[in-house]
């Protein structure tokens, strides 16, 4: 019923930027707090960014000051702007949401990843 597709990854030099995206499509009542997970090789799953439906923002340490979240609520998106990025930073990138669709209650639906590879 709710669908999230991510886009925006790929691979870049040390320094560069990439943009990620991550659309909801379906039938959506409502959507709360959007945000960004990644995932190293070996390592676990941590919380990058998040961003609440009034525009409040957290980060991670590790990226505060270089990436910077976003929302388009009417397009039902969320971005992940990623500047100077290091090779460290690395990762399947996965977004997330707390969504109300039509008839149901909310729940926290995850987007199907997409890989950032930054090289030295």
């Known amino acids: 019923q709710v669908q999230l597709v991510e886009s925006g990854g790929g691979l870049v030099q040390a320094g560069g930027s990439l943009r990620l995206s991550c659309a909801a499509s379906g039938s959506i009542f409502s959507i709360n707090t959007m945000g960004w997970y990644r995932q190293a090789p070996g390592k676990q799953r941590e919380l990058v960014a998040t961003?609440?439906?009034?525009?409040?923002?957290n980060y991670a340490d590790s990226v505060k000051g270089r990436f910077t979240i976003s929302r388009d609520n009417a397009k039902n998106t969320v971005y992940l702007q990623m500047n100077s990025l290091k090779p460290e930073d690395t990762a399947v990138y996965y977004c997330n949401t707390y969504i109300q669709p039509y008839n149901l209650r909310t729940n926290r639906y995850w987007g199907q990843g997409t890989q950032v590879i930054v090289s030295s």
């Open positions: 961003v609440t439906r009034g525009g409040n923002t």
